[in-house]
């Protein structure tokens, strides 16, 4: 009845041309004998040549490597595995060395290096430390030196851990981008049944959901007797590894030689299917290994992240109207309407399993379904408080107000969609009231105060920051000088366009107009001139008379010519002054716009202070890593500080590349961008809380028919716990930074 449809892709081609990147898992029983525990060193010495030649391939290749335990089972003497998890760390700890001492070994006949990579589930739940993590495993290829990668079992509480190696190669594979995923094993393939007991059982050699082939496959086998997976680890792992576009295989650890051969099979058919493209396509039969074809739609990076780098934290329990809301094509946030119940204890930013209850066809029983999963903006006792109310009514509940939805539909992750909203049992905790019409009009689940307040902390930030900063003043005089240069340039130009005018005024100066004039004169006057002209030198005896008229005709043409200077000296005055204002009109404007451009620019991406290095953490470390080159672990808490100064006043005055200020928005819209270059036809729609808002009130005035729910909390005990669970966020990171905090910090006392 359920489809498992993840509708976020990952863009199906990366936009910077990668390496193939291979992800190789071994696991115990490749690694070491299973009665013995000596080290399987033919087997060992064969992968690590095949490493190398598939390097000199052009491939980058990460090694998921279990046998911590299995080697330093021997080195302590022990005969089996240990049960206690504490024996089990101990040995773990003897083991890795050894088995790092042993690669090394290796991959030195070859003189290539290796790093040791050790992880844990909560060292990637928080998204900076998988970004750095996603980080190194980049520069450590660049750097051309093989990873080699397997749980920290030392540190590991249960709880904590990945569990298996199988699920870690997964997520190494998914935060990579690995482009395959081989995970070695004590078979060539996955066959329908334990070809050890069943000689029926047959080989599986392709596979395209795995849901449906545990229906016919009994994966049941435990496992090799020293490792910790079996098959069902395997299925899980290629799910993961498919969900996030990696194409993984099964096959035998002991003839590790097969891989290159694998890879120049597959890549055969795809010169074929090219070269003849027919319809349908040519299908790919495999002759080794089991494959799993990465997922057409595969997760957006952080949504794989939030679905398989998170531990669960605990469920919330969502109604139809939330079911349907977040579900559909065009997903909504959660919102508090639509919560019915809350189980579990969890904080503001953990991951929480969303679920609802569906009745059984038979309508006699009623079954959880999961609809998804994801990292939600209140804690559990501020979720119970407010569950079933409309987000304008968050702050009036709790005091406060964090934010208008309880997971942002960006922080979601849709597992099952296509579920029958008619057969959900939930009742919002809240949908009982009768709406009457100007209950939904007024249906703000947005409150304004939301913008208002931060439109007003934005323009206080700016107002406070504008006379503050260094940087601003620097940029102002910057501006200064730009402004003095472009003066200077202004002056140049006007000098240059004076002379120029003066150069055109002097090809249409008085003297010239005048020559003009006078040769443009009528040929009447001419006439009359060379007449007179004429009549004076054939009229001698008239002379006096002439003299007087030649003194009268000078006194006129000098007269006229006063005149004209005088017209012409006006209008050029008018035309200098005319130029002069439009000049100064011009400054001023660009003056206006250069200062308003400084002003829109400063802040344009919201003020930073030092308080905020913990909010912005992925974007600072990222920061720290890719432009500065630095290793934030290898900075003390003091270098912290004033590097993040750094990394403020860049942010502040808006000169950092757009990825810093917003890293989630920025890889959203990288992949948007990607799969528009790639030709992708399914571009999410951009985000809009108006949409949010629009979509909302069409469902609650859909579907409103609950009861109010019982607040467990007080708004004072809410607020109190808030409070408790912020000191011990705090608590934690004093803690990561090396700091003792006081004992009673995120403690909570209980009340008499
Ligand atoms: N971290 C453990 C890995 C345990 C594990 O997953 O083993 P396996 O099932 O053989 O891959 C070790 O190194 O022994």
Redesign the pocket.
Known sequence: MFTNNMSQQRPASSSTPHKTTIVI?L???SICDEETFDPKLASLSLLVETIIKLRKENYHVIIV??????TGLRSVGLRKRPKSLGEKQAV?AV??GR?MALYYQLFGYFGVGIAQVLLTRDCLAERAHYLNARNTFRHLLRLNVVPIV??N?TVNSSELRFG???TLSAITAGMVDADYLFLLTDVECLYTDNPRTNPAAEPVRLVTDVAELRTRVNVDSP??G????GMV?KLVAADLASAAGCRTIITLGSAPEKIPNILAELAEHRRIAKSSPSTPPVAYEPTMGTHFLPRENALLDRKWWILHGLGVSGTIYLDAGAVHAVTRRERSSLFAVGVARVSGYFNAQQSVRLVTLVKTPDDTEEREVEVGKGLVNYSSAEIARIKGHKSGEIEALLGYIDSGCVMHRDSIVVTTTGIDISTITLKGAGRNKNPTRSDDEKDPEIPTEIHSVERSRRDRSHSRSTSRSPRYRDRDDLHRDHREQDRDVGRRRRDYNDADSSRRTSRSSPDRKLRGRRRSRSPSSRSLSSRSSRSSSSNSSSSSSSSASRHRRTKKKKSRKEKDQYKSSKSKKDKKDKKQKKKEKKDKKRKKSSSSSVAARYGAHGILTAADMYRKEAEFRTWLVEVKDVNPEMLDNYKMKNVFLEYMEEYNTATLPPKYYDLDKWEREQSIRQRAEAGGDDAIPEFSIMNDEENLKQHSKALRAGKLPELNYSADQLAELKQVSDDRVAADRLRKMGFVPKDSLGVRYERD
Do not use: M, R, W, Y
Not at 65 to 70: D, H, I, R, T
Not at 226 to 229: A, H, K, P
């Open positions: 898992k696991g115990t029983s490597s279990s046998g911590a335990v299995g773990a083991g890795q088995l397997n749980e079992d298996d190696n199988d496992g090799s020293i490792g910790t997976g680890t």
